[in-house]
């Protein structure tokens, strides 16, 4: 189909060049990387007034096409048909702000020069409008020979106009004599263009950005605005979407149970129920905490606010080196750091976007925070809530101290390639366009389905592998005829609970003598038949319970916590701590449940407090509580700060597009960690007994 | 030599020398700043930097360490 007519959309950042893209392909796009770099490539199909079908490549933003960043370079090659990957478009569509068409002509007039078919797109013409600016399209026309559109891209206004443009067959090359020399004679032949179309009523008035401002940005209001939209974030995030996560597990739930009816017991129904359908829920449960913050941070940036929140943040982001449009990816990240790391596509500089996505997954997220919750219950089995929620505090401030300490290690370490300047753009303000922040939202959810379920599904695959095999025979067959015993015993359990009950309230009615006493006989022979039942379930059960964690003893997962133990004893750790460390290497929260499957034999973890008080009775060799307030210490440490979740590798390695800083990234976090909890527990030896 | 930074808020000026790297500067001419523009301060952020300007109708904002390096004419 490559008869099919390429369209290239240009254009400054920030012009709506996405908003038209969108308008024109709706969901017939998709989206990917250029090979080679991290600049996202858009390209989309729709359809010309005659039902011909047409491609359209929304190139990255530029300023200019003497690039400075990696954004433009792409821009600037694939206009100069120098990507192999990219043919040259057959026809550009310039987009220029009708409000301050001098800047934007730099750009255009520079596209103009490369002599390919044009169509200048004349945006914004209502803020334009608003500001006194009107712009003559006819006159532009008539001077560069080409099509100029005035549109409102946002409202769809002028889309009838730009259609009847793209339909036609034979597109004018623009009459435009190159500029030579510098900045300045670019900028006076732009005077001389625009000379006689552009009126400006001489007023010297507020604009509504302006008055927005005034309170966004005010020294006081600015920062209640902010932290009342981050707290508003952060409850939705935490809170409202606790419905949705809900509904997900208990569907997951019962998905799993069906297959359970359904199917043989063995080890593939294992495999189903808890490697595929554990493994995907574990992925899937995630889902409506990141659309909400991608809702959020559309929205934000969808209006022009999110320019205003780095212009806020700006100056506590710099003396560490990052700049304050990282603020709002290690924000996200206190969610999870893969809507972080991928919220980083909004810095355009990639030496900052690389520090910001190196240092993201130190922050909180939320996956750690059930098991923070478990081993701060252990450390203070005595602690009021008051003690206990100091805890959790210090655990964030630590990762935020580590987030701190790390960006300004590597703004050292990293050589500064780039101009070291930092310019920040502020957009007039817009009303959001809800169409095109649900598209973004659905987008970015796709990428994280794809990208964080493969991988996740994957290792829960090999997890359940490693915590199922090698089976030893000898314990499959006592667990075999030990679990038979108890589903016989539990049947008659079962059976003698009712009939025990109608006995006793038969024997109440009675009044005579003698068949009372009967009637007592037999209740006490049936009585003692149950507690003889309820003993051997429950003693059974224990060697059930004892079995299962001798079988994960004997399990490759179990081998491996053996292994490793010499190497994390002297944080504080026995093996069985060090099966859930292993574990918990493709997602931390999967520590819960594999404590819960060494301690209770099962995987309960809504009996949580029982795997705690196991785990609370836990004695060393020597006699001592296995979760002394030392070792729960130095694994909190060891958990803030240690990477445990491969998405996150997953999503690192693609953001950055080379294995070499995800491994760099799963290397220094995990070697910190370690460093860290070692002294925290030698060092609080010196204090605690 | 006075700088932009120390321009008052709302206070305009033309625009003179710019002692940035190279392409720091080249990357400013391309979006306005050039000599004989006129060029206003509009706010300071809220912690004092960075400081928003604006040019041939562009608002953008640029630190204080940089502003301190381009003159007004």
């Known amino acids: 189909m490559d008869s099919e007519r390429l369209f290239a959309l240009v254009g400054n950042p920030n012009i709506g060049k996405t908003t038209l893209f969108n308008a024109l392909t709706g969901l017939r796009q998709k989206v990917a990387n250029y090979p080679g770099v991290t600049v996202e490539k858009k390209e989309g199909t729709a359809r010309d007034r005659h039902g011909n079908q047409f491609k359209v490549l929304d190139l990255p933003g530029a300023y200019s096409l003497e690039a400075k960043s990696p954004d433009e370079e792409v821009t600037r090659a694939v206009l100069h048909g120098e990507r192999a990957d990219t043919p040259q478009p057959d026809v550009v569509v310039c987009l220029v702000d009708a409000s301050n068409l001098e800047r934007h002509f730099y750009l255009a007039t520079q596209v103009m020069e490369l002599g390919l078919p044009t169509i200048v797109v004349l945006n914004k013409t209502d803020e334009a409008k608003k500001l006194g600016v009107t712009v003559t399209a006819k006159k532009l026309e008539e001077r560069l020979g080409v099509p100029v559109v005035p549109m409102q891209a946002n409202e769809r206004v002028g889309m009838e106009a730009l259609q009847v443009a793209l339909s036609s067959k034979e597109l004018a090359k623009p009459q435009w004599r190159p500029v030579e020399g510098n900045v300045a004679a670019r900028y006076e032949a732009i005077d001389q263009l625009l000379s006689g179309a552009v009126a400006r009523s001489e007023q010297e008035r507020l604009t509504p950005t302006d008055k927005w401002d005034q309170v966004l940005v005010h020294p006081v209001w600015g920062w209640v605005v902010l932290l009342s939209i981050l707290a508003g974030l952060f409850y939705a995030i935490f809170s409202l979407s606790g419905y949705p996560m809900g509904w997900i597990d208990a569907g997951f739930a019962w998905l799993g149970e069906c297959v359970e009816v359904r199917m043989q017991e063995g080890d593939f129904r294992s495999l189903i129920t808890e490697g595929i359908i554990g493994g995907v829920g574990g992925v899937v449960i995630f889902l409506p905490q990141i659309l909400m913050l991608f809702f959020f941070i559309s929205l934000m940036e969808n209006t022009g606010y999110l320019a205003r929140v780095s212009f806020m943040m700006d100056r506590l982001m710099s003396g560490v080196g990052l700049n304050g449009k990282a603020f709002i990816p290690v924000l996200s990240s206190y969610a999870c750091a893969i809507p972080g790391i991928m919220a980083t596509r909004t810095m355009e500089s990639p030496r900052d976007r690389l520090i910001t996505i190196l240092v993201a997954p130190i922050t909180s997220c939320s996956a750690r925070l059930p098991v923070y919750l478990m081993l701060i219950a252990l450390m203070l089995p005595l602690g009021t809530a008051t003690q206990k929620a100091f805890v959790m505090l210090g655990l964030y401030i630590l990762s935020i101290l580590g987030v701190y300490f790390f960006a300004w290690i590597f703004n050292r370490m990293l050589k500064k390639t780039e101009t070291t300047l930092t310019i920040l753009e502020l957009p007039t303000y817009q009303r959001p366009s809800w169409r095109e922040i649900g598209l973004q939202i659905l987008d970015r959810g796709k990428i994280f389905v794809r990208r964080a379920g493969t991988v996740i599904l994957a290792l829960s695959i090999l997890l359940w592998a490693m915590v199922t095999y090698p089976k030893n025979q000898e314990y499959e067959k006592r667990v075999a005829a030990a679990e038979s015993i108890l589903e016989t015993q539990s049947e008659l359990s079962g059976n003698l609970t009712p009939q025990i009950e109608v006995l006793i309230s038969i024997e109440k009615e009675v009044t005579e003598q003698n068949v009372k006493l009967a009637l007592r006989s037999i209740l006490e022979e049936k009585q003692t038949q149950l507690s003889d039942a309820n003993r051997i379930i429950e003693s059974k059960s224990e060697e059930v319970r004892n079995l299962t964690a001798k079988k994960l003893a004997h399990s490759a997962a179990g081998r491996l916590g053996k292994a490793i133990e010499p190497g994390i004893e002297p944080l504080g750790y026995d093996w069985k701590m060090g099966v859930g460390l292993v574990a918990s290497f493709a997602a931390r929260e999967v520590f819960v449940s594999t404590m819960s499957i060494i301690y209770l034999g099962e995987d309960k973890t809504e009996e949580g407090g029982e795997v705690s008080k196991k785990m609370a009775a836990e004695k060393r060799a020597d006699g001592q509580p296995a979760y002394n307030l030392r070792t729960c210490l130095s694994l909190l440490v060891f958990y803030v700060f240690a990477m445990q979740c491969l998405s996150t590798v997953a999503v690192t390695r693609r953001e950055t597009n080379s294995w070499r800083w995800a491994i760099f990234q799963v290397v220094y976090l995990t070697g910190f960690a370690y460093l860290a909890a070692f002294a925290t527990y030698q060092i609080s030896g010196f204090f605690i007994a | ?73």
Do not use: W, Y
């Open chain 2, 1 to 73: 030599m006075k700088h932009i930074a120390q321009l008052d808020v709302g206070e305009s000026a033309i625009l003179g020398e710019m002692k940035l790297p190279r392409e720091a500067s080249a990357r400013l001419e391309e979006m306005g700043f050039l000599p004989g523009a006129a060029i206003r301060l509009v706010r300071r952020a809220p912690l004092g930097c960075p400081i928003e300007f604006e040019v041939a109708g562009t608002r953008l904002a640029i630190r204080g360490v940089d502003a301190a390096n381009i003159f007004v004419g």
